[in-house]
């Protein structure tokens, strides 16, 4: 296995694990919202509109650090390979 290989494979399941992590976050976002509000209220004070623009804008940040630094790489080594 060449270094260029294992550094391929090591993006894709980086990617893969990442992706798993956002649609996990999504799916709690989605479906617990209420629980995840109470639970980050502990320690946060949130109202309901900034706890949901914080996640929102948080899930755009990781998604789009996802791509940059994880799937475009990838894609690179691919077409390279």
């Given at each position: 296995m060449t270094a260029a290989?294992?550094?391929r494979d090591v993006l894709l399941?980086?990617?893969?694990?990442?992706?798993?992590?956002?649609?996990?976050?999504?799916?709690?976002f989605a479906f617990a919202r209420n629980w995840m509000h109470r639970f980050h209220g502990r320690w946060f004070r949130l109202g309901a509109?900034?706890?949901?623009?914080?996640h929102y804008r948080l899930m755009g940040t990781f998604r789009m650090l996802v791509i940059v630094f994880?799937?475009?790489?990838?894609?690179?080594?691919?077409?390279?390979l």
């Amino acid at each position: 296995m060449t270094a260029a290989t294992m550094i391929r494979d090591v993006l894709l399941w980086c990617t893969v694990i990442n992706i798993g992590i956002f649609i996990i976050w999504f799916l709690v976002f989605a479906f617990a919202r209420n629980w995840m509000h109470r639970f980050h209220g502990r320690w946060f004070r949130l109202g309901a509109e900034e706890f949901d623009s914080l996640h929102y804008r948080l899930m755009g940040t990781f998604r789009m650090l996802v791509i940059v630094f994880n799937l475009v790489p990838l894609i690179a080594l691919w077409i390279v390979l």
